[in-house]
């Protein structure tokens, strides 16, 4: 399964906010993670919705993780950015073997058993060890 680029953006700007004890801004992110800052900014709102950062507006303001993130799985913020479509959609177009078909079945399956490994990861377990130190170096010369 591929994610997209957005899901991809979502988990290594959490990573990034889990790492950092301090505020950053979305120029910051996109600096250091070398992206679009627009594309930083919409990705930044979609995890403060799902509650895996939280924004402060103003002069002193900026994006930190949120304090219970670390506990959120990366299941959780792939599904909240994947959404539950399937791998592939039979119904468009239709397909003729959609009565009898076993491949939509098979792949729905490894669909959970990927989401299912990706549930026994938190959010916190990908910044121990020697990762956090490393993503703090992120785009600074």
């Known amino acids: 399964m591929k994610l997209n ?3 991809d ?3 290594r700007i959490a990573m990034l906010t889990a790492a950092s004890q301090a505020r950053t801004t ?3 992110l996109a ?3 070398a992206l679009p800052r627009s594309h930083v900014a919409k990705v930044v709102q979609r995890l403060q919705r799902i509650g895996v950062l939280v924004t402060i507006r103003g002069r002193s303001g900026g994006v930190a993780i949120a304090e219970a993130a670390g506990e959120l799985t990366v299941g959780a913020v792939v599904r909240a950015f994947e959404g539950d479509d ?3 959609s039979c119904e468009q177009p239709a397909c003729p073997l959609v009565a009898g ?3 939509r079945g098979q792949l729905r399956r490894a669909q959970e058993a990927f989401l299912a490994v990706l549930d026994e990861t938190r959010l ?3 910044v121990d060890g020697p990762t956090g130190p490393l993503l703090l170096t992120l785009g600074r010369s």
């Open 101 to 103: 078909c076993r491949l």
């Open 5 to 7: 680029r957005s899901t």
């Open 124 to 126: 916190g377990d990908l």
């Open 26 to 28: 979305v120029d910051e």
């Open 86 to 88: 399937e791998v592939v």
């Open 9 to 11: 953006m979502a988990l």
């Open 31 to 33: 600096e250091q993670l």
